[in-house]
């Protein structure tokens, strides 16, 4: 069993930034494969972007350029860092790992885009 929690999340301008963090359970999280996900309601979840065991990072082309997906293995941690920031990136952020083919999940943390 995997936990996840999720922190970060809040108010921000069009523009700005924010940094979200999940920190996950286990021993092995050098092999967990991480990812983000967003879901606005009445939307299905939307992937972000991922993180892998070996090092190489995904986006999805809504948020390239802009979010970066980063660990810090020693700390059994995921980050994303979200800059320019825009209106429609409002939604509630999920933290996900893969592990041994078994997906698990935060509790998600809300961001919202606005002035």
């Known amino acids: 069993q995997v936990q996840l929690v999720e922190s970060g999340g809040g108010l921000v301008q069009p523009g700005g930034s924010l940094r979200l963090s999940c920190a996950a359970s286990g021993r092995h999280f050098t092999f967990y494969v991480m990812k983000w996900y967003r879901q606005v309601p009445g939307k299905q979840r939307e992937w972000v972007a991922t993180?892998?065991?070996?090092?190489?990072?995904n986006y999805a082309d809504s948020v390239k350029g802009r979010f970066t997906i980063s660990r810090d293995n020693a700390k059994n941690t995921v980050y994303l860092q979200m800059n320019s920031l825009k209106p429609e990136d409002t939604a509630v952020y999920y933290c996900?790992?893969?592990?041994?083919?078994?997906?698990?999940w935060g509790q998600g943390t809300q961001v919202t885009v606005s002035s």
């Open positions: 996900g790992a893969v592990v041994a083919a078994v997906n698990y």
């Open positions: 993180s892998t065991s070996g090092g190489s990072t």
